[in-house]
């Protein structure tokens, strides 16, 4: 553990490089959520889930795990720049918010797909959060 001075000439304690390893670690989690929850609720449209075997959702994960390490760390950085007040237990919450706050907005960028009162769904999953959906929006 580092022990620096506060701006009043007190002692305080910095994270340590523990610290910087939950950015890969809660991502990875966030991610892994996120993709699960996307899976469970693409499962019945044969575009989304079941569609070449899941190949595009598997080749995106690696890169929203990769924007939300580097999203964490920045925000890690910040945190030890900027500490809030309340000592390390209120940097780990905020950190903690931040993955949920990135985990919820994966998933909610992944979109639900639309089923027609008459027929099948007959979309599937953006290829990455937030790009649209790929397939037709109604069933025709």
Not at 21 to 46: H, K, M
Not at 81 to 106: D, E, H, N, Q, S
Request: glycine share 12%.
């Amino acid at each position: 553990m580092h022990v620096s001075r506060g701006q009043d000439g007190a002692i305080t304690s910095a994270p340590g490089c523990s610290w910087y390893l939950l950015a890969p670690a809660l991502s990875a989690v966030g991610v892994y959520g996120g993709t699960v929850w996307t899976v469970r609720s693409w499962a019945d449209c044969p575009l989304g889930n079941n569609f070449s075997n899941n190949t595009g959702l598997q080749m995106m994960t690696p890169v929203v795990w990769l924007c939300m390490a580097l999203l964490l760390l920045l925000t890690q950085l910040a945190l030890r720049r900027w500490p809030l007040p309340g000592g390390r237990a209120i940097m780990w919450l905020a950190l903690l918010g931040v993955a949920i706050t990135l985990t919820l907005l994966y998933r909610f960028g992944m979109g639900w797909p639309y089923h027609p009162p008459e027929g099948q769904c007959v979309e599937g999953y953006p290829l990455f959060p937030f790009t649209g959906k790929a397939g037709p929006h109604t069933a025709n």
